[in-house]
């Protein structure tokens, strides 16, 4: 079993940055893909970025490309979710989710590819 907490949601201006983090025990993350994702009350929870197990390979939703950036630091189990220039549109519940991996490159971008999830941080951009 992997656990999974995301940290780093609040409420902020149009424009500004912040950076999610998602801390992960019970086992080690260096073996699986971590994905993020955001849902929106009403809405699929739709995928925002993913990261392979050794972190050489990204993915982006287009919504996000360019403003966003997963990292990962296997020493420390814990995977980042950098925003930059963040939108009202990207006001959203974010969650980590991960899957095991079993080859270097995978990164999976639907849901229900991944077997574990966090509970949430709520992002809130204002105009």
């Known amino acids: 079993q992997v656990q999974l907490v995301e940290s780093g949601g609040g409420s902020v201006q149009a424009g500004a940055s912040l950076r999610l983090s998602c801390a992960a025990s019970g086992r080690t993350i260096s073996n699986y893909a971590m994905g993020w994702f955001r849902q929106v009350p009403g809405k699929e929870r739709e995928f925002v970025a993913v990261i392979s197990k050794g972190g050489g390979a990204t993915a982006y939703a287009d919504s996000v490309k360019g403003r966003f950036t997963i990292s990962r630091e296997n020493a420390k189990n814990t995977v980042y979710l950098q925003m930059n220039s963040l939108s009202p549109e990207d006001t959203a519940v974010y969650y980590c989710?991960?899957?095991?991996?079993?080859?270097?490159?995978?990164?999976?971008?639907?849901?229900?590819?991944?077997?574990?999830w966090g509970q949430g941080t709520q992002l809130t951009v204002s105009s």
């Open positions: 989710a991960a899957t095991y991996a079993g080859y270097r490159d995978y990164i999976p971008r639907a849901r229900y590819d991944y077997a574990y």
